[in-house]
């Protein structure tokens, strides 16, 4: 079986730094991976690799087998022309921290959005998807609304709606619930909980190491452009064996 | 607290029209607040402006902060205003029954049709072509920024009314334009003198203006868009022109409108410059007519009550677009004018209903 999401030595810098540094990872279709380190170790630029909104220096990136942003002849990757790239995007659902609704859009159309224009769907049959997205996480009542008009977890839960109606092969989570006020991430972690339940393969950027512990199939540890460890969260949560993840894991914990 | 409100208890109706701007602050520093909520009751009617709000299970009433100085201020330039007015209605110099005479003549009235054509046409043009140099200033391609960027540098800096002569006597340049393979063989030529006359000499240049600031604006709209609403829609895999038409550019359009509203204001009275090609627009007009009756001032006159008329007009349906946009900017909307206006007849009639049965207490 191919895995979901396959990347091979890959390498990014900007400038002088190197901020991505031989990466190897490879997740199994309908798991969940968690990813944590500290500030700057290059989590968000890991993410954003996946669906080329970064580009790589070296290394290869698949989802479901396709290699993403490039085209290989011989050994030489060329890059895509964009409508291709944004093409395979639209199989690949992305979450940002600061959640990045259309606020004049409302609700309904900005989870009708995207299907409609890069999937070429059919306006009338995405609005009653929309309409059963948004009743699973809990906003139905909600689709008229404008995105200001909403809190915050409720406008994550709106972008995770968003990210759910392309029906992708793989939903990125760059820390979704660092913006959020702490009474409301519980609500954001549930919806997710709930995706992975569903058996949706997730890749989520957190500093919520519970979270990790109760969701997450596999824990990657990283650390200056590096995956310094990897495995399920009873080994490298409970039990790590590098200094660099324990020291990480005691100022968190 | 109890210096913006002023608790009333059980005032005669008498006083509810003046508020007392000179009671003192606190009005019972002794009493709870408690008792004197409580002492709020129903019997006084609230005045028009003010707002019951409930607390503590009673009503307190808001009698609105009032600035001494600004009553000074209005009566000082109420005064100025009705000064210049009764200078505008008794000075035999304005000669009304002339402005009357030519207002709306058929002439004045074409000319008027001309002024909004090339405004129109102006605005149309160059807003398209401004939105395509902006797109070239935004542009990856160093060429493209290059080339959009020398052609702002360029209208901007000639005068227009020396780029209106310019296109004006092209025909001294080019006799005649051809279509055809460039530097090869020409298929079709037409005499330029008969593809552009003066209007449409005068409808390049504005346009050819206008594209130039259109497309500063439009560029600086664009830019005030957020960073995270392009890489989102781009995340989506929303298509690149998509991404423009509906994320960018209508929240862009919050930004651009204030000033192309300005733009199309300041050519629609500008097009008076085109009055050196002698086509009949509104202010050559009234020239040609002031200069067969010398009748300067009420002729000047005319044209200036049109254009102040189709200003207002401009500067209402820019509101009204300007709401449009900002949709979603705000938890809501404030109400317009005349759901303003009509709330507070709203306001009026149930009082006035509500009335009788006070008085009947
Ligand atoms: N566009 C950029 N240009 C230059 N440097 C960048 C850019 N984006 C990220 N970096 C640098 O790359 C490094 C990794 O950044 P990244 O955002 O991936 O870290 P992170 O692990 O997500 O951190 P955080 O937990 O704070 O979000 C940082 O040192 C950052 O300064
Ligand atoms: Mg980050």
Redesign the pocket.
């Known amino acids: 079986m191919t895995a979901a999401v396959d990347l091979r030595g890959v390498t990014k810098s900007?400038?002088a730094?190197r901020?991505l540094d031989d990466v190897d990872l490879e997740l199994a279709e309908g798991t969940v991976t968690v990813v944590l380190?500290?500030?700057?170790?290059?989590?968000?630029?890991?993410?954003?690799t996946i669906n080329h909104l970064?580009k790589i220096d070296r290394g290869q990136v698949r989802v479901n087998g396709t290699l993403i942003g490039y085209r290989r002849v011989g050994d030489r990757l060329h890059e895509l022309p964009e409508r291709d790239i944004l093409r395979q995007r639209s199989r690949i659902g992305f979450v940002f921290?600061q959640f990045n609704l259309f606020p004049h859009l409302t609700v309904l159309e900005n989870v009708v959005e995207a299907p409609v224009s890069a999937q070429h769907r059919k306006r009338s049959e995405v609005e009653v998807e929309a309409r059963t997205l948004l009743e699973r996480v809990g906003l139905a009542d909600k689709a008229a609304a404008y995105p200001r008009q909403l809190s915050g977890g409720q406008q994550q839960r709106v972008a995770i709606a968003r990210a759910l109606a392309l029906q992708p092969d793989v939903i990125l989570f760059?820390?979704p619930t660092?913006a959020l006020d702490p009474e409301l991430v519980g609500e954001v972690l549930a919806v997710i909980k709930e995706l992975a339940r569903d058996g949706a393969t997730l890749v989520v950027?957190t500093?919520e190491v519970g979270f990790a512990r109760e969701v997450a199939d596999t824990v990657v540890f990283?650390d200056g452009?590096r995956v310094v460890e990897q495995g399920p969260p009873e080994q490298v949560i409970d039990h790590p064996t590098h200094e660099r993840t324990r020291a990480f894991l005691d100022r968190v914990l | 607290m109890p210096s913006l409100s002023t608790v009333r208890r059980s005032a005669p109706p008498t006083t509810t029209a003046s508020p007392s701007s000179s009671a003192p602050p606190a009005a019972e520093p002794t009493r709870p607040p408690a008792a004197s909520i409580s002492a709020t009751s129903a019997a006084s009617e609230p005045a028009a402006h003010s707002v019951p709000l409930s607390g503590g299970g009673a009503v307190l009433t808001v009698v609105p902060r009032r600035n001494r100085w600004t009553w000074v201020g209005v009566a000082g330039v109420g005064l100025l205003v009705a000064m210049f007015v009764n200078g505008l209605v008794t000075n035999p110099g304005w000669d009304w029954p002339t402005f009357g005479r030519y207002f709306a003549t058929e002439t004045v009235v074409r000319a008027l049709g001309t002024t909004i054509q090339l405004t129109v046409l102006g605005t149309v043009a160059g807003f398209a072509l401004g939105l395509v140099l902006a797109a070239m200033r935004l542009s990856s391609n160093a060429f493209l920024r290059t080339v959009a960027w020398a052609y702002i540098w360029a209208f901007r800096s000639i005068p227009l009314i020396v780029q209106l002569l310019f296109w004006f006597n092209i025909a001294y340049l080019y006799q005649t334009i051809s279509v055809g393979v460039p530097f090869g063989p020409s298929f079709a030529s037409v005499e330029t003198n008969d593809l552009l006359g003066a209007l449409g000499a005068a409808v390049l240049g504005l346009a050819l203006h206008q594209a130039a600031y259109a497309a500063e604006i439009i560029r600086g709209g664009i830019l005030s868009v957020d960073e995270g609403q392009r890489e989102a829609a781009s995340a989506l895999g929303i298509p690149r022109r998509r991404q423009l038409t509906r994320i960018v550019l209508p929240q862009a359009m919050r930004s651009i409108l204030p000033n192309a509203a300005n733009e199309v204001i300041s050519l629609f009275k500008g097009t008076s410059i085109v009055s050196v090609l002698a086509i009949p627009e509104l202010f050559y007009q009234v020239q040609v007519i002031y200069g067969r009756n010398s009748r300067v001032v009420p002729l000047l006159l005319v044209a200036t009550v049109w254009y102040i008329i189709l200003t207002t007009l401009l500067s209402i349906g820019q509101y009204y677009v300007e709401r449009h946009f900002a949709r979603g900017s705000a938890r809501s909307l404030p109400p317009t004018p005349l759901q303003r206006l009509r709330a507070r007849w709203a306001g009026i009639a149930t009082q006035a209903a509500r009335r009788p049965e006070a008085v009947g207490r």
Not at chain 1, 37 to 48: E, F, H, I, W
């Open positions: 900007f400038g730094h901020v380190g500290p500030s700057g170790s290059g989590k968000s630029t890991l993410l954003r970064e921290q760059d820390e660092s950027v500093h990283l452009g």
